[in-house]
Structures are given as C-alpha cells and as structure tokens.
C-alpha cells in the first residue's frame, strides 16, 4: 500500500564496516508475508509493504536512472510536482489498502534482468534487515505502517480468512481458510498462516504501541508555562531594533516551578530516573521543568523530514541549565546502536569542559555511550586517537564519507574544535543530533578562527566544500556499488543531499538536518545580529524569570533567590583592609573573590597571605595590636566632588600600570581559556584526555610553604587558608586547587574571571567583588558563583568611591538596586587589622620593589615565569 521512499543511507553500520544485525522481527514478517502473497496472483496488489522493502531500492534506481522511471511513481523528478506521500498516509487508515502500485513494481523489476533484480532482492533484504527501527522510522510512518497492516488484516479477514477472534476455536474458521473470494487458492501453501496473521497484529500492536508513545510524549503538557506578555510598546521597540519576534516572546517560567522527577513527566527510562536519585535529585528545577519535556519529544536521533525546532534558554546563575541538556542527551542518545559524534557541547573554557565531563559522566552510567573533552589540554594527536581512532587518522587512512568516531558526545573549546575540523581525517559532525552552546552569549562575543562559521558548514557543507576532505586537499573516496550507485558509509542525510545532486523523493522532501541547536546562558544576549549568525531554525525562547519582571535588561538579568547582595562604599586603599574584615569579623569563609586582572588577584592574594603570616607570628590566635589607624592609611587619598582621584594609591596604581602594558593574556576575562594558541601541550601530554589529575596536592600545604610556615607543624585553628587562581597556573595546579577549595580546605580563593561563568563550587558561600565590575553581565555571573541550587549566599561588593555613581547606574538599569543593601564598615570595626595590614602592605612593597630590580614583572615570580 504505502509506498514509502527512503535512500538507505542511515543504515547504521558498526565500528568496522560490517552490517548491525537489529531487531526487525515485524518487518521480517511482513516481508514473509509478502511473499507468499506475491505468489498469489490475486493477491498482489495487495503487497504489505514497510519504508525498507525491497521495492524502495528499485525506485531509488528509477529515480537516478530517468529513462527506467516507471509510470504511477510519484516522484518531483519526473514531473517537477511534489506530491505528498504523507497525505497518503494519513488518509483513508482503515480502508483497503490503497497507494501502493503493484504493476510499478512489477515493471519495475522487469527493468532489470532477473539474476540482478535477485541480487537486489537479496542486497535490500539483508538491508532492510539491518534497519533499526526507533532510530529511522518517523511517527507518522509508523502510523501509516499501522494503517498498512491494519488494511492488510482487514483485507486477509474478507477474502482469506477469517481471523479467530480470541478464544475462539481455530477450527471454527477451518473452511475459509481455503478459499479467496469464492476462488480455490493455487498453492494451500500460499495463503497465510494464522502465525503470520498473528505476527501482523503482533506489527500492529508494536507499532501503535509505539506512535502512542511518541504522541503521549508530545502530548505531554509543559508545566505551568505562561506566554510572556509583551506590551506593543515593547513589541515595536523590540522591532525596530532588529529582534526576532520568538525572542521578543519568551516561553516564560517562573523560578519555583519545580517538578517531581518521574517517567510520566519527563519519559525518562527508569535507569535515568535512579541516576538522578543516586546523585540526590529528586526533581527537576525549574529550567528543566521547562527544557527537558520540550527536548523529550523529538526523541528520534534523526529524521529527515522535519528539523526538531531550536532553543534559546535563559536562566539565572546556578539555576541547573547544565542538567536541563545533559539529561535529556543521554535519553535520546542511548538508543543508539553504532558510536558517531551525536552531541557536541560548546563551552568557552577548559575548566567548564572538565565540569560538564563530570555532569555527564555520573548520569551516562548505565549505558554505554562514550563522552569525551577535546581541549587542547593533550597533544593533538592524542585527542585524534581519541576522538577518530589512530587507524583513521594516519596520512594513509581511507576518509570515509560517513566519517568515523570513537565517542558519541564531545565536549570541547571552539578553539580546539577547529583544529579538529581542519585537521582531523574522518572527524566529522555531520551526524550531530544535538549541538550545545553553553554560555552563549559569551562564545558568540569571541569570533575567534570564525568558529562558528566553521561548525555551521561542517555540519552542512557547501557545494563548493563537497568531497573535500578534512585538509581540504583530498577528495573523499566514494565507494561505488556494482551498479556504480554510491555506497551510504554512513553518511547522514542532511550531509549527503549537501553533497550529491540527490533526487528527491515526496517523502523525504526536503531533507532536513536533525541537528537541534540549544543555547544556554544566564544573561542570553538579545543582539539580533549574533543571533542570526546561529541561523536557527523554529526556534523557541525559553525565560525562567520571576513574573513581575519586564523591560529589556530586567529581563536578562534575574538573580537566584537566596542571593543577599550587599555593596561596601569605601577607599581604593581601604579595599584589602575590608577583605580582611569580611574574614576575621564577618568570620566570611569558602569565598570567592574577584579582582579585574591576574596581577590583582596575584597581589591581593600574597597581600593577604603577609598579612596571616604576620598575624600567626604575632600571635597564633588573635589578631596584632593596632598601630595605625584606617584614617591614616586612607588620608593620602583625597577624592575630588566629581568622583576623580587627584592622587592614586600605590597598591591600585601600579596595579594599573601593570595592567596597561602587560598583554591580554592577564586579564582572563572573556578569553577562551588556551584557544588562542595552538599549542598541543602545556605539562599532561601523557595523561588520557578524560584523566583527572591524580595528584592533588594539598592547598593547604601549597599556601603553608608558600607563606614559609612549617607544614610539618600545626597550623594555628584560625589560620586563613587562601589561595589564586587564574590561567597563570598549570592545569594541575588549578584542579588540585579547586579540589581543595571543593572540600573546605582553602577558605578564600581569589581569581579573575576565568572561573566567573559557569563554574560551579558547590561550597561558595561568599562571594566578594574585590574590583567591581564595569557590565552588569559580568555582575550577574560573579554573584552568581553562590546561591545556587536553592542554596543561600551573600554577595560583597567594594565600590571605590569613584566608581559609586556608575554602580549605582549599572544596577538600578537593570532594575536591581533595590535589591542590594549599603554596609558601611566604620574605622573602629577594623583597627585591630590595620597594623598586620600595614605591615603586609610594606613587606609587598619591598617585593614588588625588589622583583622590579631584579626585571622581573611580578613579585614573588608567577607561575608562568617559572614555567618558562
Ligand atoms: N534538579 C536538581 N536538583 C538538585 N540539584 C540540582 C538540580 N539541577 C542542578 N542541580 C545542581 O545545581 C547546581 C547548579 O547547576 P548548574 O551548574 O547547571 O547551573 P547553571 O544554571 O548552569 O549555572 P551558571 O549559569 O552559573 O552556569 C549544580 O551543583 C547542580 O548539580
């Protein structure tokens, strides 16, 4: 009946070549039943066919061969109108079969001599056996199969047989069993036996089973969503500046709709669900409420009809964005039956890379999907042997059309992806199904090596890229049947209709990529020309925001709400000195503190380790006596109405002037941490790419050596244990250090923005913007790094007097000033510090004035100097 065409081009073949033996017990019934049908000549018009049948390939030869085109085809190629086979199939579904032409198919088969058309015949058998259904068969196709069977048992019940109804004796029915509408059958041997029949209800039963399941899925109601209301006002503005309507009109969800996790809501397996139990998630957050259903329902890996819609998603700090793509990935993912890079998931820093790993790595238990990171960390080749294996990597490997991958989801840098794109033979993401930018916004701020461009056209090539291989040099060697028809390797539709002049059937028209683009972000930006350099296709915008927020930048920017903000007016000079108050008044630990540049937080960081070295001399437990006052220290610094410094203190100063002539590499913000060179290694060539480092080594001990305190002795209680951290430091160091911050062991870890985004430090309890920030994104990313998952945290910010004005500015834009309270620290709470300040500020000095004789920029050397 159903004359469904499909180029067997996704046949999924397995690591070496061979055919993937899968389950098609229906089909093969179908086929079985088929033929003995064909044997009876007054049957054949009746032909049970399924989307892989025998006469699919001989169509796909009409198709490419015009002068054997067969009249009754419904194909654009021939008469350049695209007829819907889908309309077929979803009409008429309980009536006698009808569409499917037995004397096309005859005839065409009598196009070729018969030993060929055997052979096909045998070819598309074994081929047709090799299909897996969950991954190829579309719902609608699947109903349509249901429809086929459905008429074909109607058909067989009022001419062959009647079926017996369950419990019935079977040989009530033993006369029908003879004759076909009053017609003695040729061969007994012919008509179908009730095994068969019973097996085409089984197909039945399997497949509306399955197309209720697919429909239940997308009849799944998203929690409690609300259509963003926008104001024409809004609406024209947003117009006029260019913003597409569907980000204009976010899918809003307000931040406490959490829901229970459970296979109803989110057709989660049951493996799944216990992951998420054993990693203590009970339900899913908000974001996930909103996200995962919505991704659930396009649960295939691919079809080529109907492209599954893309996603924006934006949602506040620690609001569980990760596990809203990780989850789901894995779902759909798991499923499949041969390795190829599915899912790939940008993210702009090495460390973010290391962190989804881990997500992934606790929820893929269970299944056998392979998740890998690709960061520049080891040597090249490496990640090739990795990512592609070494046999396809070589100079003299064959490069496959369909490509090759050793791991189903990649986690990368966009730097490092290009130099895999370029470089790598038979990496290929043609068979992406879902591509993950995380922090969003701020990827699309880097065009480095134009990497999206690059991905964009790795995943659909031009026509001028087609057959090139990965060096651009090589033509991809097309395997050639018999018949000099292209040999699929696996290659996936999308890729090879960019590829090929493929003629296109009314099924399959047009061809689509299955490749879901999902893009994550706190502060998603709304320029509307990074947005359309995504080239999305149906996308949707996902907000989780409280209700009464409205306005452009309010809408970006909502903050978790445990967060407690508070900002602090003081003296660029007074700034360490509150640092230190917030440790040892406000007793502030597990904190986070954020200075603009790596020499800040360098400095700040020995700052404060002189200043406990002084203190535990002086006394191991209490703070030293007073000697100056805090007036005394700030009075050299006067500042002007207008909120201009006409003297600069020293400590800011040179920090200032550091800054200005060093290069961009101090300062880590919105760099893509080591993508700008191409450098294979830095220390850990031999460790795998997924290794962790092993060897962690004490934070603690790290700072007790650096502050020349015996480690072997016991540090006094109240010892504060801190640390830095920035892209100076070697990849080791910089885990170790997050390990022991991780476990309470370092009490204030000052750093630049490299670890400001994304990066989630489950003990975070302050966090203390030592320079505060010029962009509210920036603001809203730092605080971010505590309250989240539900938690509470506090957030310090140390406003100079001269920045007062621009802060105040800078919140109340986005509609936030009233969130956050003034502190003001007076002299007589922190006098007792400043005599171990003045003296830490003094031992500084001597070092930054000795390091400069000796032509060293930073004092006490740095990581990367010694490195060198
Ligand atoms: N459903 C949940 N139940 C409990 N904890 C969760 C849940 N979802 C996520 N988390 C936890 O919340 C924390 C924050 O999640 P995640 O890092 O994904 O936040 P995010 O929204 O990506 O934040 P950012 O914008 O800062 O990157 C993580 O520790 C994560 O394990």
Redesign the pocket.
Same mark, same amino acid.
């Given at each position: 009946m159903f004359n469904i065409k499909r180029y067997d081009v996704e046949t999924e073949t397995s690591q070496n070549g061979t055919p993937v033996s899968t389950s098609t017990a229906a089909q093969e019934r179908l086929a079985k039943l088929n033929a003995r049908l064909k044997k009876n000549k007054g049957e054949s018009n009746n032909a049970v066919t399924t989307p892989h049948s025998q006469d699919t390939h001989n169509e796909q030869h009409q198709n490419q061969r015009p002068e054997h085109r067969s009249e009754g085809q419904h194909l654009r190629y021939d008469d350049g109108n695209k007829h819907s086979q889908h309309q077929h199939l979803t009409s008429d579904t309980g009536k006698k079969a009808q569409g499917f032409d037995i004397n096309t198919y005859k005839r065409s088969r009598e196009q070729y001599p018969e030993d060929d058309s055997k052979k096909y015949g045998k070819k598309w058998e074994k081929r047709t056996k090799e299909l897996k259904d969950s991954d190829l068969v579309p719902n609608d196709v699947r109903l349509a199969m249901k429809a086929e069977a459905e008429a074909k048992v109607n058909d067989i019940s009022t001419t062959t047989t009647v079926l017996p109804s369950e419990g019935q004796d079977d040989d009530d029915n033993s006369d029908n069993d003879q004759r076909v509408q009053g017609r003695d059958l040729e061969d007994e041997s012919n008509a179908p036996t009730e095994q068969e029949i019973d097996g085409v209800r089984q197909f039945m039963d399997d497949a509306s089973a399955d197309a209720a399941l697919a429909e239940l899925a997308a009849l799944v109601p998203l929690p409690t969503f609300e259509a963003k209301e926008i104001s024409a006002e809004d609406l024209e503005r947003a117009k006029s500046m260019g913003i597409p309507d569907w980000l204009a009109h976010p899918t809003k969800i307000e931040p406490e709709t959490n829901t229970p996790i459970n296979a109803a809501m989110f057709g989660f397996s049951e493996r799944l669900i216990k992951q998420c139990r054993q990693a203590?998630?009970?339900?899913? $957050?908000a974001?996930?409420t909103a996200v995962i259903p919505v991704l659930m329902r396009a649960k295939h890996l691919g079809d080529i009809r109907k492209a599954p819609g893309d996603l924006c998603v934006s *949602?506040? +700090?620690? &609001?569980?964005? +990760?596990?809203a793509y990780v989850l789901p990935i894995i779902e759909i993912l798991s499923q499949r039956v041969v390795t190829r890079l599915r899912a790939l998931v940008v993210l702009p820093t090495r460390d973010l890379c290391v962190q989804v790993k881990e997500t992934f790595d606790t929820f893929v238990k269970g299944t056998d999907l392979k998740i890998a990171t690709s960061t520049g960390q080891n040597s090249f080749a490496h990640e090739q042997h990795v990512l592609v294996g070494e046999k396809y990597t070589t100079p003299q490997s064959k490069l496959l059309l369909g490509g090759h991958s050793r791991v189903d989801v990649l986690i990368t840098t966009p730097g490092r992806l290009i130099d895999h794109i370029k470089s790598t033979p038979n990496f290929t993401l043609q068979h992406l199904r879902f591509l993950v930018i995380d922090?969003a916004d701020r990827l699309l701020n880097q065009s480095f090596q134009d990497w999206l461009h690059h991905i964009l056209t790795a995943i659909h090539p031009s026509p001028e890229k087609r057959l090139l291989g990965a060096d651009g040099s090589k033509a991809i060697q097309l395997r050639q049947d018999q018949y000099g028809f292209p040999i699929h390797d696996a290659i996936a539709p999308g890729f090879l209709s960019s590829l090929f002049e493929v003629p296109e059937s009314d099924v399959e028209d047009p061809k689509v990529l299955s490749v879901q683009k999902l893009l $994550?972000s *706190?502060t998603l930006t709304r320029n509307p020309a990074k947005i359309a350099s995504l080239q999305l296709s149906d996308p949707q915008y996902v907000a989780v925001q409280e209700g009464g927020q409205d306005g452009d930048d309010k809408q970006k920017y909502t903050t978790p709400a445990g967060l407690t903000e508070n900002m602090i007016v003081c003296e660029s000079s007074e700034k360490p000195l509150m640092v230190l108050h917030l440790l040892h008044h406000l007793n502030v630990r597990s904190a986070l503190c954020f200075t603009k540049s790596v020499e800040s937080a360098h400095r700040l960081y020995k700052l404060v380790q002189l200043y406990e070295k002084i203190r535990i001399t002086a006394s191991p437990t209490t703070p030293s006596a007073p000697t100056a006052s805090i007036k005394e220290l700030s009075s050299r610094k006067k500042v002007k109405d207008n909120g201009v410094d006409d003297e600069d203190n020293d400590f800011e100063q040179k920090d200032n002037s550091d800054d200005s002539d060093d290069d961009s590499s101090n300062s880590d913000d919105e760099t893509s941490d080591g993508d700008n060179d191409n450098s294979d290694q830095e220390e850990d060539d031999d460790v795998e790419m997924e290794h962790v480092d092993a060897s962690t080594q004490s934070a603690l001990e790290a700072t007790a050596v650096d502050m020349d305190i015996d480690s072997s002795s016991v540090a006094p209680a109240d010892t504060i244990v801190v640390a830095e951290y920035s892209s100076d430091l070697p990849k080791s160091k910089r885990q170790s250090i997050l390990r022991a911050f991780n476990k309470g062991e370092i009490h204030l870890l000052i750093c630049s923005d490299l670890i400001s !985004?994304?990066m989630?430090l &489950?003990p975070v309890s302050v966090v203390i913007n030592y320079d505060t920030p010029v962009y509210m994104k920036k603001y809203i990313?730092r605080v971010?790094r505590t309250a !989240? *998952?539900g938690k509470s945290g506090t957030a310090y910010s140390l406003v100079e007097m001269q920045e007062a004005r621009h802060f105040k500015e800078m919140i109340t834009k986005a509609g936030h000033w009233e969130k956050i309270s003034r502190i003001k620290v007076k002299d007589q709470e922190v006098k007792d510090l400043v005599p171990g300040y003045t003296k830490a500020l003094a031992g500084l000095k001597e070092a930054l004035v000795s390091s400069a004789r000796a032509g060293k920029k930073r004092p006490f050397g740095s990581a990367r100097n010694a490195r060198k």
């Open positions: 203590g998630i009970e339900e899913c $957050f974001v996930q *949602a506040p +700090t620690g &609001s569980g964005k +990760t596990l922090e $994550f *706190a !985004r994304g989630d &489950s990313h971010g !989240r *998952a």
